[in-house]
Protein backbone atom coordinates (compact mmCIF):
# COMPACT_ATOMS: atom_id res chain seq x y z
CA UNK A 1 0.00 0.00 0.00
CA UNK A 2 1.37 3.29 -1.09
CA UNK A 3 1.36 6.27 1.73
CA UNK A 4 0.86 9.44 0.07
CA UNK A 5 1.96 12.69 1.61
CA UNK A 6 -0.66 15.07 2.61
CA UNK A 7 0.24 19.12 2.76
CA UNK A 8 -3.17 20.01 4.36
CA UNK A 9 -2.69 17.23 7.54
CA UNK A 10 0.64 18.94 8.01
CA UNK A 11 -0.11 22.19 7.70
CA UNK A 12 -2.85 21.77 10.00
CA UNK A 13 -1.28 19.98 12.78
CA UNK A 14 1.78 22.62 12.75
CA UNK A 15 -0.78 25.06 13.17
CA UNK A 16 -2.71 23.65 15.90
CA UNK A 17 0.88 22.89 17.34
CA UNK A 18 1.55 26.65 17.29
CA UNK A 19 -1.79 27.67 18.46
CA UNK A 20 -1.27 25.43 21.46
CA UNK A 21 1.78 26.47 22.56
CA UNK A 22 0.80 30.47 21.96
CA UNK A 23 -2.67 29.89 23.75
CA UNK A 24 -0.68 28.33 26.70
CA UNK A 25 1.54 31.40 26.70
CA UNK A 26 -1.20 33.99 26.20
CA UNK A 27 -2.62 32.50 29.37
CA UNK A 28 0.38 32.65 31.15
CA UNK A 29 0.15 36.17 30.68
CA UNK A 30 -3.07 36.62 32.36
CA UNK A 31 -2.63 34.25 35.02
CA UNK A 32 0.82 36.63 35.95
CA UNK A 33 -0.71 39.57 35.51
CA UNK A 34 -3.87 38.49 37.98
CA UNK A 35 -1.05 37.68 40.68
CA UNK A 36 0.08 40.95 40.67
CA UNK A 37 -2.86 42.73 40.95
CA UNK A 38 -3.80 40.35 43.79
CA UNK A 39 -0.66 41.32 45.32
CA UNK A 40 -0.91 44.81 44.53
CA UNK A 41 -4.29 44.41 45.77
CA UNK A 42 -3.54 43.15 49.17
CA UNK A 43 -0.58 45.79 49.42
CA UNK A 44 -2.60 48.52 49.24
CA UNK A 45 -4.53 47.07 51.81
CA UNK A 46 -2.20 47.47 54.24
CA UNK A 47 -0.89 50.60 53.44
CA UNK A 48 -4.53 51.97 54.44
CA UNK A 49 -4.24 49.75 57.28
CA UNK A 50 -1.34 51.84 58.54
CA UNK A 51 -2.35 55.28 57.61
CA UNK A 52 -5.84 54.32 59.48
CA UNK A 53 -3.20 53.34 62.35
CA UNK A 54 -1.49 56.91 61.84
CA UNK A 55 -4.99 58.43 61.99
CA UNK A 56 -6.34 56.60 65.14
CA UNK A 57 -2.78 56.95 67.16
CA UNK A 58 -4.35 60.84 66.60
CA UNK A 59 -7.07 60.34 67.59
CA UNK A 60 -6.07 59.09 70.62
CA UNK A 61 -3.42 61.11 71.73
CA UNK A 62 -5.92 64.11 71.15
CA UNK A 63 -8.69 62.22 73.49
CA UNK A 64 -5.56 61.51 76.12
CA UNK A 65 -4.36 64.94 75.84
CA UNK A 66 -8.21 66.41 76.21
CA UNK A 67 -8.86 64.24 79.08
CA UNK A 68 -5.52 64.62 81.36
CA UNK A 69 -6.59 68.38 81.01
CA UNK A 70 -9.99 67.97 82.00
CA UNK A 71 -9.08 65.66 84.97
CA UNK A 72 -6.85 68.26 86.10
CA UNK A 73 -8.99 71.16 85.93
CA UNK A 74 -11.29 69.07 87.61
CA UNK A 75 -9.15 68.10 90.21
CA UNK A 76 -7.80 71.87 90.61
CA UNK A 77 -11.55 72.88 90.42
CA UNK A 78 -12.31 70.82 93.92
CA UNK A 79 -9.09 71.86 95.32
CA UNK A 80 -8.12 68.36 96.16
CA UNK A 81 -4.31 69.10 94.31
CA UNK A 82 -3.15 66.88 91.93
CA UNK A 83 -3.22 63.28 92.56
CA UNK A 84 -0.37 62.15 90.99
CA UNK A 85 -0.91 58.29 90.96
CA UNK A 86 -4.34 59.00 89.42
CA UNK A 87 -3.40 61.06 86.64
CA UNK A 88 -0.68 58.01 85.98
CA UNK A 89 -2.97 55.46 86.17
CA UNK A 90 -5.04 57.43 83.14
CA UNK A 91 -1.86 57.95 81.40
CA UNK A 92 -1.08 54.09 81.68
CA UNK A 93 -4.29 53.30 80.20
CA UNK A 94 -4.02 55.37 77.75
CA UNK A 95 -0.48 54.07 76.76
CA UNK A 96 -2.13 50.28 77.00
CA UNK A 97 -4.69 51.77 74.61
CA UNK A 98 -2.30 53.05 72.13
CA UNK A 99 -0.44 50.05 72.07
CA UNK A 100 -3.24 47.77 71.28
CA UNK A 101 -3.94 49.75 68.41
CA UNK A 102 -0.40 49.42 67.10
CA UNK A 103 -0.30 45.83 67.63
CA UNK A 104 -3.82 45.23 66.13
CA UNK A 105 -2.92 47.09 63.03
CA UNK A 106 0.35 45.68 62.62
CA UNK A 107 -1.31 42.23 62.83
CA UNK A 108 -3.60 42.96 59.81
CA UNK A 109 -1.06 44.65 57.95
CA UNK A 110 0.96 41.19 58.46
CA UNK A 111 -1.61 39.32 56.98
CA UNK A 112 -2.19 41.48 53.91
CA UNK A 113 1.34 41.44 53.62
CA UNK A 114 1.13 37.30 54.01
CA UNK A 115 -1.63 37.40 51.22
CA UNK A 116 0.03 39.97 48.91
CA UNK A 117 2.62 36.86 48.98
CA UNK A 118 0.35 34.40 48.43
CA UNK A 119 -1.54 35.73 45.67
CA UNK A 120 1.65 36.17 43.70
CA UNK A 121 3.11 33.13 44.45
CA UNK A 122 -0.37 31.56 43.63
CA UNK A 123 -0.21 33.26 40.12
CA UNK A 124 3.40 32.49 38.95
CA UNK A 125 2.21 28.52 39.62
CA UNK A 126 -1.40 29.42 37.55
CA UNK A 127 1.50 31.19 34.85
CA UNK A 128 3.73 28.02 34.88
CA UNK A 129 0.65 25.19 34.59
CA UNK A 130 -0.38 27.57 31.46
CA UNK A 131 2.84 27.33 29.90
CA UNK A 132 2.91 23.72 30.55
CA UNK A 133 -0.51 22.63 29.45
CA UNK A 134 0.34 24.99 26.12
CA UNK A 135 2.85 22.62 25.50
CA UNK A 136 1.11 18.87 26.76
CA UNK A 137 -1.86 19.95 24.07
CA UNK A 138 0.60 20.87 21.15
CA UNK A 139 2.09 17.57 21.50
CA UNK A 140 -0.63 15.80 19.35
CA UNK A 141 -0.32 18.44 16.26
CA UNK A 142 3.45 17.59 16.83
CA UNK A 143 2.95 14.31 16.07
CA UNK A 144 0.48 14.56 13.93
CA UNK A 145 3.29 16.65 11.78
CA UNK A 146 6.02 14.10 12.45
CA UNK A 147 4.26 11.39 11.06
CA UNK A 148 3.52 13.81 7.56
CA UNK A 149 7.36 14.97 7.71
CA UNK A 150 7.81 10.87 7.54
CA UNK A 151 5.81 10.57 4.92
CA UNK A 152 7.38 12.77 2.60
Do not use: C, H
Not at 70 to 78: I, L, S, Y
Amino acid sequence: MLVRYDPMTAIFAGVSAVGSIAGGLMESNQKYDEGVYNRDFYNYGAEQEKIGLNRDLDAAQRERTATISRTRAVMAAQGGGMDGDFIASREGLFETQRLSLIQDSEARQSVLRTKAGFAMKAGQQAADAAVIKGFTNAIPGMTSLYGEAKKA
